[in-house]
């Protein structure tokens, strides 16, 4: 949540670093959201996979923001070139 914040708080700030804070904060939470709506998928089974339960809509939806608005392979390449590139 505070990278989430962090990065907003750059953004709105003109920080030149805004760019590298929004790249970290994205891979970061929806990786974090993807595992954990994957884990509690695990947790209850085969119903965590039907669509008879909310669950599986959720590790969907979460999913996808590992794709959207640039990969998180293209979070990490946009972090490596704004670190290596100092
Ligand atoms: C439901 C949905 C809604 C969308 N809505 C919009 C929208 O409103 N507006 C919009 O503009 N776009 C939208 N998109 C498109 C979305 O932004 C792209 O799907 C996303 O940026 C990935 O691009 P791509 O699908 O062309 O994958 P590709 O670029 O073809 O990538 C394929 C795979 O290769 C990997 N890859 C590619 N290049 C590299 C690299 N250099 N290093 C390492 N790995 C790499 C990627 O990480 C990915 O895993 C939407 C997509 C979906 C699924």
Redesign the pocket.
């Known amino acids: 949540r505070l990278m989430v914040r962090r990065a907003a708080f750059a953004l709105d700030a003109g920080d030149p670093d805004a760019t590298l804070y929004c790249a970290m904060a994205k891979r970061f939470a929806t990786d974090g959201g993807f595992d954990i709506a994957n884990q509690a998928l695990q947790l209850h089974g085969g119903y965590g996979y039907l669509r008879d339960y909310p669950l599986e809509r959720i590790v969907r939806d979460l999913r996808?923001h590992q794709?959207?608005?640039?990969?998180?392979?293209?979070m990490r390449?946009i972090i490596s070139r704004e670190i290596l590139g100092r």
């Open positions: 996808v794709i959207l608005e640039g990969t998180n392979e293209i390449v």
